[in-house]
């Protein structure tokens, strides 16, 4: 009798398979009766269906252009929002497939990603690292969560070693020869290790406090966030909009910053107004704006997110997805999450 391949080998083995380009036919994932159904819920279902309908079958990843690692960890997390885990849910399965390819992607040195194909591969690692920290917590199969608990550590290691002098992070590590800077890059990184610290994976509080203390130096007298702190020019609605749901994350809503922030925020986004475009991607910008104000009090959030969430709903497609700048992948995954919020399944965005 033949001995039963492990996961953790059948991973080894996915690890060598060629690419296959995503958006292959798979059946479509059911709908899920989430507990909290509401207007949107269809468009969400829809969205879930496309999403999930698009992951190639064989290796698990969802691409656009050069990004498979980030696109696939932006995607699982959205499946993740609706209530569906590695082991239950209408889109299990999805999720365990995308968990599978980023587990491949994980390097000896703990980058989940390819410095090779990815110029920028430190999104893709921050958006990994949140997205297996959120998933390790539901993971039954103790041998997947020793690997899951493996890749992670690995995974904080390298973020803490990739933090430049100035305490934030750049498109590549500063250790690979470029000590720059950039806020975006930061907010991920910094969402990445809170989500794993509090799925139990050990993180240094001096790099959390250093990256705090980045987004300070970056904040400038309108209350906006600059675009990094050596090349700092106009603040930045969609950088200053992902530090609050960063510092919101350390959980830091009381500091003397946190007030010139968040009305630089609320003067420049609660309009919904497509000025958010400019230096940002206007779902970017939204998907850490929506996190913010979910953190306010409801008669503020209310508001607001029917707001959001119509405009969201409306530029829908026949076929459930939403398109943009990056790509479809990209735009309805952010979207998807921002939907999903109120269901409240995922311990990084909880109130």
Not at 171 to 193: C, H, M, P, R, W
Not at 248 to 265: K, T
Request: with cysteine; charged share 20%; proline share 5%.
């Amino acid at each position: 009798m033949p001995r039963p391949v492990s996961r953790r080998a059948a991973l080894r083995s996915l690890a060598t398979l060629p690419a296959v380009v995503a958006g292959l036919s798979v059946r479509p994932a059911p709908l899920f009766a989430a507990p909290q159904r509401n207007r949107w819920a269809n468009a969400v279902d829809r969205g879930l269906q496309w999403v999930a309908r698009t992951q190639s079958p064989i290796r698990g990843n969802w691409t656009a252009g050069n990004y498979p690692t980030a696109m696939t960890a932006l995607a699982g997390t959205a499946l993740l929002c609706s209530g569906s885990t590695t082991t239950q849910g209408p889109y299990a399965q999805n999720i365990r497939r995308a968990v599978d390819y980023l587990l491949t992607k994980s390097r000896s040195n703990g980058l989940i990603g390819d410095p090779h194909t990815d110029n920028r591969y430190t999104y893709g690692h921050g958006f990994s690292m949140l997205f297996l920290s959120q998933v390790l917590g539901e993971e039954q199969d103790e041998e997947m969560r020793q690997l899951l608990i493996e890749v992670l550590t690995k995974a904080v290691e390298f973020t803490c070693w990739a933090q430049t002098t100035s305490g934030g992070w750049g498109y590549v590590s500063a250790k690979d020869g470029n000590d720059f800077d950039e806020g975006s890059t930061t907010i991920t990184q910094v969402q990445g290790l809170r989500g794993c610290r509090n799925a139990g994976i050990p993180v240094p509080a001096e790099v959390i406090e250093r990256a705090k203390n980045y987004i300070y130096i970056c904040k400038n007298p309108d209350g906006g966030i600059s675009y990094s702190s050596t090349n700092r020019g106009s603040s930045r609605p969609a950088i200053t909009a992902a530090a609050l749901a960063c510092l919101y994350n350390a959980g830091d809503y009381s500091s003397e910053h946190i007030p010139d922030m968040l009305e630089y925020s609320r003067r420049t986004l609660h309009r919904l107004s497509d000025d958010a475009r400019m230096y940002g991607h206007w779902h970017y910008t939204y998907l850490y704006y929506s996190q913010v104000i979910y953190r306010q009090p409801r008669d503020e959030w209310e508001p607001f997110r029917d707001r959001l969430y119509e405009r969201i709903v409306s530029e829908q497609n026949d076929q459930g997805y939403w398109t943009g700048t990056v790509g479809p992948i990209y735009v309805t995954s952010l979207n998807l999450i921002m939907l999903q919020l109120d269901q409240g399944y995922l311990p990084i965005f909880e109130r």
